[in-house]
């Protein structure tokens, strides 16, 4: 292992060890002085104590407005045989052929490589001979809008994980001293090694606790944050729908809200980027397809996407929309609105995404948002 890789682990087993210990209940304490008898405790052999837990080795690769994950998770002893190996392989890792399609990569031999599921772009399967049940591994590749600010996305992700693994959130500070950087051919990706107790749920689903996107933000009042949206000098404004409330806007966002209807939630975000950025951007099926598999929408061929595309205009100017809703029987079904058009060399992209059943009730609410844009 690195000197990098094992420096960064001993802090987060660390950080486990101390937010284990301190929340453990303390009753009926008191306090007596005594003579010691025994000698000190031992240090706390914090490498040893790291292999009885389970990682999760997990890389984040931006690629124009999406980044890919690339997530192995498993027992301790099982993640240090193939954290070389994990490593290596994202090396391989290049550039998409196609705009819109995944990066490529190399598999290693003896590697197997499955097709496109519920959440995830391909799972890789890494043979593991050393485990006791001759069981594999397997690394979960998945892709999400990168529509935020990286640091906040990154804190994000990586407290998405860690709650899987039974911690508590870190500050943006601390998990930049757990991060590294590995070169691959379609730029640097961050990667991150963390310790815990493993929820097996969420294995299964490289987004699991992903509620935690679609966040409620109540510490401004709607009135003071609509107004610091729709500013004289904000680049668009819009009639905002009555039962939207502010959400969280960035450098990136220009416009943002939550919606709640019970245990339902959605988030509206408002983009834009450079058109100059090429058909990865511009390219309206290619968007499409992204946006189905971030739904769950697999099964469908680029006919059957087109079809569901319609014209719609923003402001004066032609631009795209579609409605897609993912299968029902998902663990958690979700769906997006999303539209897009071209105004002064920029694309700007209106997506509603969230829950499903919030997503369908949505609809005429997103259209009359739409239709109310205007540009400044």
Same mark, same amino acid.
């Given at each position: 292992?690195?000197?990098?890789?094992?420096?960064?682990?001993?802090?987060?087993?660390a950080? $486990?060890?101390?937010?284990?210990?301190?929340?453990?209940?303390?009753?009926?304490?008191?306090?007596?002085?005594?003579?010691?008898e025994?000698?000190s405790r031992?240090? =706390?052999?914090?490498?040893?104590?790291a292999?009885?837990?389970?990682?999760?080795?997990?890389?984040?690769?931006?690629?124009?407005?999406?980044?890919?994950?690339?997530k192995?998770a498993?027992?301790? +002893?099982a993640?240090e045989r193939?954290?070389?190996?994990?490593?290596?392989f994202?090396?391989?890792?290049?550039?998409?052929a196609?705009?819109?399609?995944?990066p490529?990569?190399?598999?290693? @031999?003896? $590697?197997?490589?499955?097709?496109?599921?519920?959440m995830?772009v391909?799972?890789l399967?890494?043979? #593991?001979d050393?485990?006791?049940? %001759?069981?594999?591994? @397997?690394?979960?590749?998945?892709?999400?809008?990168?529509? /935020?600010?990286?640091?906040d996305f990154?804190?994000?992700?990586?407290?998405?994980? *860690?709650?899987q693994?039974?911690?508590?959130?870190?500050?943006?500070?601390?998990?930049?001293?757990?991060?590294?950087?590995?070169?691959?051919?379609?730029?640097p990706?961050?990667?991150?090694?963390?310790?815990?107790?493993?929820?097996d !749920?969420?294995?299964?689903n490289?987004h699991? %606790?992903m509620?935690?996107?679609?966040?409620?933000?109540?510490?401004? +009042?709607p009135?003071?944050?609509?107004?610091?949206q729709?500013s004289s000098?904000?680049p668009?404004?819009? #009639?905002?729908?009555?039962?939207?409330q502010?959400?969280?806007?960035?450098?990136?966002?220009?416009?943002?809200?939550?919606?709640?209807d019970?245990?339902?939630?959605?988030?509206?975000?408002v983009?834009?980027?450079?058109?100059?950025?090429?058909?990865?951007?511009?390219?309206?099926?290619?968007?499409?397809?992204?946006?189905?598999?971030?739904?769950g929408?697999?099964?469908?061929d680029?006919?059957?996407?087109?079809?569901?595309?319609?014209?719609t205009?923003?402001?004066?100017? =032609?631009?795209?929309?579609?409605?897609? *809703? %993912?299968?029902?029987?998902?663990e958690?079904?979700?769906?997006?609105?999303?539209?897009?058009?071209?105004?002064d @060399?920029?694309?700007?992209?209106?997506k *509603?995404?969230? #829950?499903? !059943?919030?997503? @369908?009730?949505q609809? /005429?609410?997103?259209?009359?948002? *739409?239709?109310s844009?205007?540009?400044?």
């Open positions: 292992m690195s000197s990098k890789f094992s420096n960064v682990l001993i802090l987060s087993l950080l $486990w060890l101390s937010i284990s210990v301190g929340c453990q209940r303390r009753e009926g304490v008191s306090t007596y002085t005594t003579k010691q025994s000698a031992s240090p =706390t052999d914090f490498p040893a104590l292999r009885q837990l389970d990682h999760t080795l997990a890389a984040i690769l931006p690629q124009g407005d999406r980044a890919w994950f690339f192995m498993g027992p301790a +002893p993640v193939r954290r070389e190996d994990f490593l290596a994202l090396k391989t890792v290049a550039p998409a196609t705009a819109g399609a995944p490529t990569w190399q598999l290693p @031999e003896g $590697w197997e490589e499955k097709g496109a599921s519920q995830r391909a799972t399967v890494v043979p #593991d050393g485990a006791a049940d %001759g069981g594999p591994l @397997e690394i979960a590749v998945s892709s999400l809008p990168l529509t /935020d600010d990286w640091d990154l804190q994000r992700n990586v407290n998405r994980w *860690l709650g693994l039974g911690q508590g959130p870190l500050a943006g500070t601390t998990i930049k001293k757990l991060i590294d950087e590995v070169a691959t051919a379609a730029g990706a961050t990667v991150i090694e963390l310790v815990g107790v493993s929820k !749920s969420s294995r299964g490289p699991a %606790g509620t935690a996107t679609i966040p409620l933000q109540t510490s401004q +009042p009135s003071q944050q609509s107004a610091s729709q000098d904000a668009l404004v819009f #009639d905002t729908p009555a039962a939207w502010p959400g969280r806007i960035s450098t990136m966002r220009k416009a943002a809200f939550n919606v709640v019970g245990d339902q939630q959605a988030e509206v975000t983009i834009d980027l450079p058109e100059a950025g090429g058909a990865q951007i511009t390219d309206v099926a290619a968007n499409v397809q992204r946006w189905a598999r971030q739904v929408l697999t099964g469908l680029d006919g059957a996407l087109e079809k569901l595309v319609q014209e205009t923003i402001d004066g100017a =032609t631009g795209s929309y579609v409605a897609l *809703l %993912g299968p029902e029987e998902a958690r079904p979700v769906g997006m609105l999303a539209a897009m058009v071209v105004r @060399e920029k694309v700007w992209f209106f *509603l995404f969230g #829950d499903r !059943s919030l997503v @369908e009730k609809q /005429d609410a997103f259209q009359t948002f *739409l239709h844009v205007r540009f400044q």
